[in-house]
């Protein structure tokens, strides 16, 4: 049985020479990164501003407390070199923790009119009833948007 390793090489020769190239695109401080290497993936808040011929980038751990300076001793750096592959942050999934919540605030919203419509008599009561569904999905909307904006999207820096 053979390894697979040279049929491979085609495949891992240009992300060799694309990572000891340097940065391909300037990144700013503060920018949210995920920096893959062969072995581990790291997440962080870039402290410094990294263009091409940076050879280290230095970061924050994330998510953590953000650090006071480049000296904070939670404060780590990374050799260029090292990364794979790069991602940078792209926002949040809020959107989609909007619909999921919508969608589960609405059903228990329509479950309460459901059950609510046969014990009242007036329609006084079932316009309250109405109320709640609203508030139920309203709820469910507002909490679905809170727990997606903790789910960062990320998009390929190369």
């Known amino acids: 049985m053979t390894s697979g390793l040279p049929g491979m090489l085609p495949l891992l020769i240009p992300m060799l020479l694309q990572a000891q190239q340097g940065l391909p695109v300037p990144l700013d401080s503060g920018m949210l990164v995920r920096m893959h290497q062969s072995s581990d993936v790291t997440q962080g808040r870039l402290l410094r501003t990294a263009s091409q011929g940076t050879p280290s980038l230095s970061y924050c751990p994330y998510p953590a407390p953000p650090c006071t300076s480049a000296l904070d001793p ?34 228990i ?20 009833m109405r109320k709640t569904a609203a508030a139920y999905l309203g709820l469910g909307l507002g909490l679905g948007a809170v727990f997606g904006s903790t789910s960062v999207q990320w998009r390929p820096a190369w």
């Open 74 to 107: 939670r404060a780590g750096t990374m050799a260029v070199a090292q990364i794979i592959h790069l991602d940078v942050a792209a926002g949040t999934r809020w959107k989609h923790g909007m619909v999921i919540g919508g969608v589960i605030g609405g059903a």
């Open 109 to 128: 919203g329509a479950f309460f009119v459901s059950v609510g419509s046969g014990l009242c008599d007036t329609d006084s009561c079932r316009a309250t």
